[in-house]
């Protein structure tokens, strides 16, 4: 039996990123928390358990961290172009959580099902993975903090099981379990020919994103035979070399990359003039050449096929340029790539997969980097997913264009309405159908560049709500609908076709580059002042956003509840 939760307990679904810096907060503004992860370690995405060989952070260095705990700078700068490598990213998350939240986490805890409970708080039922058995867990507030990285995406056509059915004798896995599999991996290639083709024994990686990018460098730089198949690769940010703070660190970027509101008469500018657009469009695509130049890249390069770095969301930021990257693994021939192309299915020799293009691929090993599905299907029932507004949607009604950015002219084209989606969460943060409850809230769903400083200011602005504290809200829940309708409006505006690319849990708001003024409108909502980094007219947009800008914002947010001005 459950028995009744005490005042302000809150149940924190992940111990990710997300799921680390809102129960810090949380417990500082003097809530109970409680955090529940599947793993064995804190770190989400960063677990020990998950961190495999090779893999590097997709940010520059500070855009991962929090303002309470200095990050040490890369380990491997050299070999990782200045970016932290998955065993720094682990380190730092687990030094975090013993610094901050020492047993306030149950590891090895899965999360079956969340539900509202008759009494009107919240029943998680959970499973200990080393037992075996279950209990029901009570708490008055919820923040679900699982992410989009957390379920692989396994298409049924590629499944391993599929697979065995058709004779495929190789192993087949997920990228997710790349640290799993790589040691079998690179036994099982590790001899020069193949003796039934008197072939190099081949690796193939089905994806064109950052998981199959790294898989293939490292297997490649192992000295083994790979082929990559994708259809539209990932887009890169490269350098010569690393590119100075007040380029990279500050809102230069961020303004370059039209918000649902234009705040300054620098973006309007940019954004809504013939000449700014111009300007806009010309950096963008002097970002996008250079970086395909840094590696040499032939024009015929199939890498070339790839997201726009100014339309798009899939971007790889590599940093400095390195030989032993992927990049530079395929330009000096040591990656081979098959595409465009997506692999249909398994050949009848069983050592072989069959590509759109009609073609067959010899393969002894495949890896699927084929992407992540919504954490949060599994563990919402359709009865609760419905009563709180979580899930995905058909629009549910025609918002009208309001963004006339000259910048947005001439967009790529996109499915129609009718074939897209929409999101129903306020902000990316709260369910706008249970606005007025003030007991659900979501963080780490927001899609940006910069997730340590996002996710903090997401995390204040939670407990915030949660605190009842007076915010500028939607005074209604139609409002709020109307709201997040709008929202995501633009996002389909903003990034055509992205959000059939991202799942739910993941892309309650798309605001890659733009991060800064959505941080910026959170504050705003905190009666908080906003553009920390300051700087005068001209200086401003060159500004480095540092951390310590928002280090006291719980002291902040206390002052104003205590009546000050």
């Known amino acids: 039996m ?205 994806g064109g994103g950052k998981s199959a990018q790294d898989t293939a460098a490292y297997l490649a730089n192992a000295g083994r035979k790979v082929t990559v198949v994708f259809e539209t690769a990932d887009a890169i940010l490269a350098v010569s070399k690393p590119l100075p703070d007040f380029i990279r660190k500050s809102r230069f970027l961020g303004i370059l990359s039209p918000h649902i509101e234009l705040r300054t008469r620098l973006e309007r500018f940019l954004h809504t003039t013939w000449l700014g657009s111009k300007i806009t469009h010309f950096i963008w695509d002097k970002i996008t050449s250079t970086s395909l130049d840094v590696y040499s890249l032939p024009k015929e390069s199939p890498l070339r096929n790839a997201h726009s770095l100014f339309w798009g969301i899939r971007t790889n930021d590599e940093g400095a340029y390195r030989a032993n990257s992927f990049h530079g693994l395929v330009s000096s021939g040591q990656i081979q790539l098959a595409a465009p192309a997506r692999a249909k299915g398994y050949g009848s020799d069983g050592r072989s997969l069959i590509l759109s293009s009609g073609k067959t691929l010899l393969a002894d090993v495949v890896i699927l980097a084929t992407g992540y599905k919504s954490s949060w299907t599994e563990i919402f029932d359709k009865e609760t997913a419905e009563e709180i507004g979580i899930g995905r949607h058909p629009p549910l009604t025609k918002v009208a264009d309001t963004w006339n950015y000259t910048s947005l002219a001439n967009p790529p084209s996109s499915h129609p309405d009718n074939e897209q989606w929409a999101s129903s969460i306020y902000r990316g943060l709260v369910p706008a159908k249970n606005l007025e409850k003030r007991d659900f809230a979501i963080n780490g769903a927001v899609f940006t560049t910069n997730n340590g400083y996002s996710y903090e200011v997401s995390a204040h602005w939670i407990s915030s709500y949660f605190l009842k504290d007076k915010m500028r809200l939607p005074s209604s829940t139609e409002e709020a609908l109307a709201g997040a309708e709008r929202n995501s409006a633009w996002m389909r505006k903003r990034y055509p076709d992205m959000l059939l690319w991202v799942n739910e849990s993941y892309s309650s708001f798309l605001a890659f580059w733009s991060w800064p003024q959505l941080v910026d409108d959170l504050l705003e909502d905190m009666y908080l002042p906003n553009m920390r980094s300051g700087g005068n007219w001209l200086t401003w947009p060159f500004k480095i956003i540092d951390l310590k800008e928002i280090a006291s914002l719980t002291e902040e947010r206390r002052f104003k509840r205590l009546g000050h001005c």
């Not at 090779?54 to 050299?78: D, Q």
């Not at 919240?122 to 903090?145: A, N």
């Not at 697979?163 to 036994?187: I, Y």
């Open 2 to 206: 459950s028995s009744a939760p005490q005042a302000n307990t809150v149940g924190i679904i992940g111990a990710g990123a997300a799921g680390l810096i809102t129960a810090q907060v949380l417990i500082k503004d003097g809530f109970d928390v409680q955090l529940l992860t599947r793993d064995k370690s804190a770190g989400g995405v960063w677990a020990r358990e998950r961190i495999y060989p090779g893999l590097t952070i997709n940010n520059v260095h500070g855009e991962f961290r929090f303002s309470s705990l200095p990050m040490p700078p890369p380990s491997k700068a050299s070999e990782t172009g200045g970016r932290l490598s998955g065993e720094d990213m682990c380190a730092y998350m687990e030094n975090f959580a013993e610094t901050f939240l020492n047993g306030k986490i149950r590891f090895e805890t899965e999360v079956l099902a969340i539900r509202r409970a008759a009494s009107g708080a919240w029943s998680v039922t959970v499973e200990d993975r080393r037992s075996g058995t279950q209990e029901v867990l009570q708490f008055t507030h919820i923040v679900p903090c699982t992410g989009g990285c957390s379920n692989p995406n396994v298409p049924e056509h590629l499944s391993p099981e599929t697979a065995k059915r058709a004779g495929f004798r190789g192993p087949v896995f997920h990228s997710a379990n790349f640290r799993d599999h790589v040691d079998d991996v690179l036994e099982t290639t590790k001899s020069v020919l193949s003796d039934a083709t008197g072939e190099a024994k081949s690796i193939v990686v089905i």
